[in-house]
């Protein structure tokens, strides 16, 4: 007789292990498609959706398109763009981001220490799904779901760890700033192994498109950029505020607390992505996205803490956590409603129009959204006047004026140029902040005797939401 091998059953941990992770993956599929189906895109991640789109249609980055973010920015949506041709931009953004969120949490799991492996998947699950959900799909938000399974740990497989790595080497990559949570990672590893020969592999090829493909953007709009750029931003209190909140949470537990190597990588993922935030400096509360999502996984890894005050405290810190999302997501919904009248209103005035521009923005909503939900073009080169802020903004003394006042004229004269059908205007005066009182933007502008000329072709037609609404006059007949 022949004898045949009897395979020995699976542990039951294993397919304990096997349940957990299908449910956590499939809450984090069902609660992310959910919870976004009809909110409106996040207004940066629309931008770089259409810098992608605008790039793949043969825009040169840099030329056609004016954005500071680096190219990798707005290839991370590329995928979507492929995607809308058959499900439309809106479906096909939220079906790549949660599937970029479930990817992660399988790499997630398998590089977990096994004794965390489900307080920090569950605490990833939820905070990629339910964390700042007007942040959805935002730069940082993807940069947490890339880097935090090469973060929790390595991965014995060499097809997981490969896979980590090239996660992570992308994640880390999109902003020059997440090197500085990349290398306070690396200090926790102090070994080369498959991950990290990965994440270099991943950055020489980024590298070599950069100098490859990309020249314009890094010889001729990144001189442009840097001179004017130090004028973006907002109020700096908060990043202040979140810096002290993070680090005030993270280092007391890690001081206090029992040695715990297998969440040295998550610490050290907060504090480096904190660190970016504050090297950043500009205001705006999304830069702390990923410290955030990594200070969640961390607090969970704490709760299993042998010493029983460190656990106590890390799941007060959640909970607090917790209470300041909910709050966060509430003004988000309220929020949500009075943009989406706005849209509606702007958007029954621009789709019948070929082409539209927008001219004196001192945000990027209401232009985006609205360029990637109207079949109007948005013939703009940027996600607005870019290089305004410098021109009202007189703090850095009249030399940084005169550097931006020919970039901000050219900008709006190479606009013009392009024929838009509409140009929606910031309120009737297109008036802005400036130091010495209100600063009439669009007067500045009509100084300008090439943009006055092009401008003239333009007649006012009516306020919608707030918004002028200006129309390209009709060719006289002849």
């Known amino acids: 007789m022949t004898e045949t091998q009897v395979t020995s059953p699976r542990p039951a941990s294993s397919r304990v292990d096997d349940r957990a992770l299908f449910l956590l993956v499939a809450f984090t599929a069902v609660a992310n498609m959910a919870l976004q189906w009809g909110s409106l895109i996040n207004p940066d991640v629309a931008v770089l959706t259409w810098a992608a789109e605008r790039v793949m249609g043969g825009a040169v980055f840099g030329v056609d398109v004016y954005e500071v973010a680096p190219p990798l920015c707005f290839l ?4 979507a763009v492929l ?3 058959a499900v439309g931009i809106d479906l096909a953004l939220k079906l790549w981001i949660t599937t970029i969120a479930c990817l992660s949490l399988l790499g997630l799991w398998q590089a977990c220490d096994a004794r965390l492996r489900l307080p920090v998947s569950t605490a990833f699950a939820l905070f990629v799904s339910l964390g700042f959900l007007g942040q959805f799909g935002q730069r940082e938000h993807v940069a947490l779901m890339l880097c935090a399974p090469y973060a929790a740990g390595h991965v014995q497989r060499r097809g997981g760890s490969i896979a980590n790595g090239m996660m992570a080497g992308i994640g ?3 902003k020059p700033y997440f090197l500085i949570p990349l290398a306070f990672v690396f200090l926790t590893r102090r070994r080369i192994r498959a991950e990290e020969i990965a994440i270099a592999i991943t950055g020489a090829i980024y590298a070599i498109a950069l100098a490859a493909f990309f020249r314009p953007y890094v010889f001729e709009f990144l001189p442009m950029a840097r001179a004017t ?9 908060s990043t202040l505020l979140f810096t002290a909140i993070i680090l005030l949470c993270a280092i007391p537990l890690a001081a206090a607390g029992s040695p715990q190597p297998a969440s040295r990588g998550l610490l050290a993922a907060t504090i480096g992505f904190t660190a970016a935030a504050l090297v950043q400096y500009k205001g705006f509360a999304y830069h702390f996205h990923a410290a955030f999502g990594f200070l969640a996984l961390y607090l969970s890894a704490r709760l299993l803490d042998p010493k029983r005050i460190v656990s106590i405290c890390s799941a007060l810190f959640l909970l607090v956590y917790a209470v300041i999302l909910g709050n966060a997501n509430l003004a988000w919904i309220d929020a949500m409603r009075s943009q989406k009248a706005t849209l509606s209103a702007l958007k029954a005035e ?6 539209f521009i927008s001219l004196i923005m001192d945000s990027p909503f209401p232009t985006f959204p609205l360029a990637v939900y109207t079949p109007a073009r948005y013939e703009g080169l940027a996600i607005m006047q870019i290089f305004a802020p410098a021109v009202r903004n007189t703090s850095q003394g009249p030399e ?42 669009l007067s500045w502008l009509s100084r ?5 000329k092009l401008w003239a072709h333009y007649t006012f037609d009516k306020y919608v939401q ?3 609404i200006y129309r390209r006059k009709e060719p006289a007949s002849p």
């Open 76 to 79: 991370i949506y590329a995928p």
């Open 83 to 85: 995607l809308a041709k």
């Open 172 to 174: 880390f990559a999109i």
């Open 229 to 237: 750029y130090w004028a973006f931003g907002t109020s700096r209190d």
């Open 350 to 355: 621009i789709d019948d129009a070929p082409s």
């Open 400 to 441: 940084a004026n005169v550097v931006a006042a020919p970039l901000a004229i050219g900008q709006a004269v190479r606009e013009l140029q392009r024929k838009p059908a509409r140009v929606i205007v910031k309120r009737d005066g297109s008036y802005f902040a400036r130091e010495e009182g209100p600063f009439d933007f």
């Open 448 to 452: 300008d005797a090439t943009f006055q």
């Open 466 to 468: 707030g918004y002028a």
